[in-house]
């Protein structure tokens, strides 16, 4: 009998707990087998976006190969959704001999049941099912000292996030065996879901770690003052390899650690700075272990669900391909449809527009969003969406209204990201550029939009109506 190795999104060796403890129970030399389940149906029904797809198989193809060489035989099975994940795997640890299955747990609803049904059809033919926290670097265990079972406000989250690392430590890297078995490495299936090209975006650990590294070396120091400007785009780009578990926090953490004797403080206020967006990365994974109902497409305040959002599929729809006649806002929608990415920022100032100047609920805009980005994380997504329509937890107050021109002034003063991605403005003089109208009206033949709103009366709008709740 063996130990064996279940992926999710956790699709590394490195600082892996899954994969540390299989190899620990490896027998003499055989290699551990491992399984990914490829589940075309339920990728379809969470929205994931086909360059994400591309970039998960890309990866699976690079992967499969690395672990092979390390001893461990990854195996795709394919299927529909995740009622058919127990059979699927007990069938897996049935043919391979497999008496205990090492995995890394996944905090949605729909992840959280699948993980209860595979382990209970495990024992019922007497085989263990471990689950680790391999996912994050705190596991979701924070518990305030009051009522409350969890921290529902970032800041003390934050706080109590980095004690816990303060106590805990980070990890030393573990040493990885060596055992090549590539020459029995199983065969790779066709992707069972609709691709987009992700090529653009490298694979594999060691790219990824090697992106980390050159972010740490050469721009974390400087995150702080330039994070908020989409031209400079000095942001890590590391987001899709956490999405995917290509890259763990821990990794992330060490490299942190070697910056201050004394982390997770005495960084300087870059890599501070960047070490908060893990955290907020991590608060919202905890939301989904805590609070099932986020899973479900409700609110967090949940009387915020009954506010009456407007229907207009016209107007969605103009959002959607950055036609709204506001330059920053288009410049963001038109990135994410060139790229499958968008600097989070301009994921901020989209969002506001489409829930408070538009009134659109802000559930179609967390879907369009996971439809088509390629880090698309369903805890960060609905965490970033409910944040901006002031309905989620320690979110935005409603009060707070985005003023996309100001917005668009203040992260892009001399309009270069706005050219670069909204064509009929690149020659629009950089007084203008953040207000076009005056100079539109002497450009005849250019046909980009007015404002499809005003935001002075929109914003006031909104705010009447979040005040009847």
């Not at 382990?119 to 000292?145: F, K, M, N, R």
């Not at 600097?343 to 538009?358: E, G, P, S, T, Y």
Request: charged share 25%; net charge negative.
């Amino acid at each position: 009998m063996a130990a064996g190795i279940w992926f999710k999104g956790d699709l590394r060796l490195t600082d892996n707990p899954a994969v540390t403890a299989a190899l620990g129970e490896r027998a003499d030399e055989l290699p551990v087998h491992a399984l990914y389940l490829a589940a075309a149906g339920q990728w379809q029904r969470h929205d994931w976006a086909p360059i994400k797809v591309d970039l998960l198989w890309r990866h699976l193809e690079c992967f499969r190969q690395n672990a092979a060489e390390r001893g461990v035989l990854l195996h795709i099975v394919v299927i529909d959704t995740w009622k058919e994940a127990p059979r699927a795997v007990l069938q897996f640890c049935q043919q391979y001999d497999i008496d205990a299955l090492h995995f890394n747990r996944e905090y949605p609803v729909d992840e959280q049941r699948r993980d209860r049904a595979v382990a209970a059809w495990l024992a019922e033919h007497d085989i263990s099912c471990q689950g680790y926290h391999g996912l994050l670097l705190v596991p979701p265990v924070l518990e305030p000292s009051t009522e409350n079972a969890y921290y529902q406000k970032f800041t003390p989250f934050n706080r109590a996030w980095r004690e816990h690392l303060t106590l805990s430590g980070i990890p030393a890297p573990e040493a990885m065996p060596k055992l090549d078995c590539r020459s029995q490495l199983p065969d790779m299936p066709e992707c069972p879901h609709e691709r987009r090209d992700s090529s653009a975006w490298q694979v594999g650990e060691d790219a990824a770690q090697q992106q980390l590294q050159t972010f740490i070396d050469e721009q974390v120091a400087c995150y702080h003052e330039d994070r908020d400007n989409p031209a400079l785009d000095n942001t890590s780009r590391l987001s899709p390899y956490w999405e995917l578990g290509i890259l763990s926090p821990v990794t992330a953490a060490r490299k942190l650690q070697q910056l201050s004797p004394d982390f997770p403080h005495g960084l300087n206020k870059g890599a501070d700075t960047w070490l908060t967006e893990l955290a907020w990365r991590e608060f919202y994974q905890h939301l989904m272990h805590h609070i099932p109902r986020l899973s479900y497409k409700k609110a967090f305040k949940q009387h915020t669900d009954d506010f009456p959002w407007r229907d207009s599929d016209e107007d969605f729809e103009r959002w959607c391909e950055g036609r709204t006649g506001y330059p920053i806002v288009d410049a963001g929608m038109r990135q994410l449809a060139a790229e499958g990415w968008m600097h989070n920022r301009l994921r901020m100032i989209v969002a506001n527009f489409l829930v408070k100047d538009l009134r659109l609920d802000w559930r179609r805009g967390e879907q369009f969003f996971m439809q088509h980005l390629i880090d698309g994380s369903f805890p960060a997504n609905n965490g970033g969406w409910q944040w901006s329509a002031s309905t989620g937890t320690d979110a935005v107050p409603y009060f707070r209204v985005f003023n996309p021109t100001r917005q668009s002034e203040k992260i892009d003063p001399d309009g270069s990201y706005i050219r670069k991605w909204v064509s009929e403005l690149k020659d629009c003089p950089t007084k203008c550029i953040h207000a076009p109208e005056s100079w539109l009206r002497t450009q005849p033949d250019n046909d980009y939009p007015a404002p499809m709103v005003d935001h002075s009366e929109a914003r006031e709008k909104f705010l009447a109506a979040f005040k009847q709740l």
